[in-house]
């Protein structure tokens, strides 16, 4: 340890006041290792500082004790920022007051803890007044997926967290909390601003929300937090982007860049939310504002190119629960939506949730000056229960031809035009209308660190080098294994014979050079699988033909598996213009199998033929457990035949009854099934067994001599569209609802069937 008293002398005299007597000449400590720290922590004082030095900290789960004050906080900072990493298993606890911590970074690990960054140091030792700024979190994730963690779990009163980078959080467990489980903890006056929340992928299950305050518990209780000039970047986790579970916070001037989910003011009264931006660039289930509960304002928000429907919608008034438990709905009364712009958003939902048990509407609410545009001139309302509790006053819409709602609306022809702010604003209409012209959303090089790079649009294939591989024995292993992620493997034409599972921890993609019929590339194994997707992996296939003809005489044999314990990446997988044939050595040889815990974000098989095959095309139904869990986000299947497929092309099981989640989806389309899923081992007995799937289409397709698509409803009412089908020698749908004893609603269409 080094204690640099001439540079602490130097900074206490020129920033610390002399006049002052009670002021103790600040030093710093330099330290090199986690003796030193330990060391340098037991003799600071205030205004002190500890300088972590350059380079990897592994394992160091760093307690940062002690007592500031306003005018001399404790710091603890890097020799250079950005070049401190903490890694392996390491964390950091803060307890005590006036501390700093600033210029970490969080990478190549996880905390072994509850949280990375705790704001206390146990039940009764927590933080106050401090502060966490320009700090890193980067795919910091536990390796399991569904162990469940925070990223930063903030304890204690009058505390910030600002100007902080959390990236690519893809374990279980809401990316920060703000926890009020203790009365030391409540009234806090938090404030977290100008944070950089990136990418968070689609969690398939509940528990990704990007930032909750409160739990449902203490919701009643006020928490004063202020969350302001925040960036949410893509954050996808699910339903949830933020969800406020307290009283009396302020969620004012974030930015919500084709983000899936909503803020959701879930529990909790007197919550302002204002000045946010919402852009969706029509990316699906991108979603706004739901309002629940008691004097909320909703002021002078702006949404634009928000798909979301819904509870995922541009802007939700949902229904209540009369004398609702504290979990579930209560109902809106005394807020206020006013102000507002939303253009091209496809969805306002007013009583939404409406049922038998959500069956109190909202109540002494003001819907006031706001402006919705939609080029279409749509309406966007959708109105669920009697909403006369709601008073409309002096809104405008784009000249809808028949509004649902009619008084407090202005119809007519609107013109729009793009601000500096980069926002919409009407021409010629009265300024008072709308979201307000001075609003300046904050961008995304304003918030965050400077020093550590944000992350673009995302590619998976297709984006490295193009690599030639020629016909023979082992020459695609060969080049499987060098290939860096996003490289295109080009085969030539001729025989590949392959005698191991490939392994890709990399996206690679593996086509043919030229993609002709009939295909002339031709590929047989050795192993009980072709392909094997591990953590970080991802496969797209090209013009190939895949035979089965080689594979060993055992059952269960596979083309592509997942790793068979969980994993923490999603993955892709694309198959186009691929011919699979001769899987029928032994039972149950399946195209892809997965793991529990595993998850695609898409699965597509396009222009392909499938054909004798003795177990499923895609078997996704591994997740048994009945928590709202499944293994694919979308599934497409389109102008692709299969033929003597004994088991189900595809079984999609997701059960349970959470809510939390918008996928999984269906898109089947120009296919043809002949003799598929008759089989005595399909355990879907079913051609295609879909259950608790959220969103299906199934159209244009042509089933012969299978039996009948069975789908079975659970929750989220699932929108099902069956149209334009031929089915010939196979029983029609059947639409089972699980957890309702309502008609199921599928839409079922201009389907033709025949004996035969
Ligand atoms: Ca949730």
């Known amino acids: 340890m080094m204690k640099l008293f001439p540079q602490g002398l130097f900074l206490a005299l020129t920033s610390a006041t002399l006049l002052n007597s009670n002021t103790v000449l600040s030093a710093d400590y330099k330290v090199a290792n986690q003796q030193e720290y330990a060391e340098a922590l037991s003799s600071i004082d205030k205004g002190d500082s500890i300088i972590l030095a350059n380079g990897v900290w592994n394992d160091f789960e760093i307690l940062f004790e002690g007592k500031g004050s306003k005018d001399q906080p404790i710091t603890l900072m890097p020799e250079t920022k950005g070049q401190v990493i903490l890694s392996g298993q390491s964390n950091l606890r803060l307890a005590g007051e006036h501390l700093v911590v600033s210029g970490l970074v969080f990478k190549n690990g996880y905390t072994p803890t509850s949280a990375v960054i705790s704001y206390r140091k146990s039940k009764q030792k927590l933080a106050n007044y401090t502060r966490v700024t320009e700090v890193v979190i980067d795919n910091f994730s536990n390796p399991e997926r569904f162990e469940n963690d925070y990223w930063v779990a903030m304890y204690g009163k009058h505390n910030r967290f600002d100007h902080n980078h959390l990236e690519g959080k893809l374990n279980k467990g809401v990316t920060m909390a703000v926890r009020l489980n203790t009365p030391e903890s409540r009234e806090n006056y938090h404030r977290i601003d100008h944070n950089y929340f990136g990418p968070r992928p689609i969690l398939g299950s509940n528990g990704g929300e990007t930032l909750r305050v409160g739990t449902s518990h203490y919701s009643l209780s006020d928490s004063f937090t202020t969350v302001e000039n925040n960036y949410f970047d893509r954050c996808d986790g699910e339903l949830e982007i933020i969800s406020n579970k307290s009283g009396n916070n302020k969620l004012i001037g974030n930015v919500f860049f084709e983000s899936r989910g909503t803020l959701t003011m879930r529990h909790g009264n007197d919550n302002t939310v204002s000045e946010n931006v919402f852009f969706g660039n029509g990316v699906d289930h991108t979603g706004g504002i739901r309002l629940i509960n008691k004097r909320q304002t909703i002021k ?15 802007l939700v008034v949902m229904n209540g629960v009369p004398n609702s438990s504290i979990n579930r709905y209560h109902q809106v009364e005394d807020s206020f939506i006013e102000n507002n712009t939303l ?3 496809d969805h306002i939902q007013l009583a939404a949730g409406s049922d038998a048990e959500r069956s109190a509407v909202p109540i002494r609410t003001t819907f006031k000056n706001n402006i919705i545009f939609n080029d279409n001139k749509k309406d966007t309302f959708t109105v669920y229960d009697d909403v006369s509790g ?11 031809e028949k509004p649902t709602i009619a008084g407090g609306f202005v119809s007519k022809e609107l013109t729009m035009k793009r601000a500096d702010n980069g926002l919409m604003y009407t021409v010629g209409e009265p300024k008072s209308v709308g979201v307000s012209q001075s609003l300046k959303p904050i961008q995304k090089n304003q918030v965050g660190v400077s020093w550590y790079p944000k992350p673009g649009p995302k590619k998976v294939f297709d984006k490295g080098q193009i ?62 699988a072709l392909f094997e997707i591990q953590h970080g992996g991802s496969l797209k296939l090209q013009g190939l ?18 790793v068979r314990r969980s994993m923490l990446t999603n993955y892709n997988l694309v198959v186009d213009n691929v011919e699979v044939v001769d899987l029928d050595v032994n039972h149950s040889f399946t195209f892809l199998s997965v793991g529990k815990g595993t998850f695609a974000d898409n699965i597509e098989i396009t222009n392909s033929h499938f054909k004798n095959i003795t177990g499923y095309i895609l078997a996704l139904a591994e997740e048994s457990d009945d928590d709202g869990i499944y293994n694919a986000e979308y599934v497409t299947i389109k102008n692709s035949t299969f033929e003597n497929v004994q088991g189900a092309v595809l079984n999609f099981y997701r059960g349970g009854r959470d809510e939390s989640t918008f996928g999984p989806h269906l898109d089947m389309s120009g296919n043809l099934l002949s003799n598929v899923g008759n089989g005595k081992r399909n355990k879907a007995e079913a051609a295609v067994r879909l259950q608790g799937v959220q969103v299906t289409s199934i159209k244009d397709n042509e089933f012969k001599n299978t039996p009948a698509i069975n789908i ?14 031929r089915f010939i020698a196979t029983p029609v749908p059947t639409v089972v609802e699980l957890n309702s004893d309502e008609e199921n609603t599928a839409i079922i269409v201009d389907n033709l069937v025949k004996v035969k």
């Open 343 to 345: 253009v091209n958003s």
């Open 467 to 528: 690599i030639t591989v020629k016909a023979g024995i082992d020459t695609l292993p060969k080049a499987v294994a060098s290939a860096k992620d996003g490289d295109t493997l080009v085969l030539s034409a001729g025989d590949y014979s392959v005698s191991r599972t490939m392994v890709l921890d990399k996206a690679v993609t593996v086509k043919a050079a030229s993609v002709i019929k009939p295909l002339n590339v031709t590929i047989s194994y050795q192993r009980g």
């Open 390 to 400: 709601i008073a409309f006053e002096n809104n405008v819409l784009n000249k809808v």
């Open 545 to 562: 033909k895949i035979s089965g003809s080689e594979s060993p005489d055992s059952s269960n044999n596979r083309v592509i598996r997942t």
């Open 712 to 725: 079975i409803h659970t929750v989220g009412e699932p929108r099902t569209r069956i149209e334009k089908n």
């Open 300 to 314: 002078n928000n702006y949404m634009e190119g928000l798909a979301g429907y819904r509870f995922g919608g541009a």
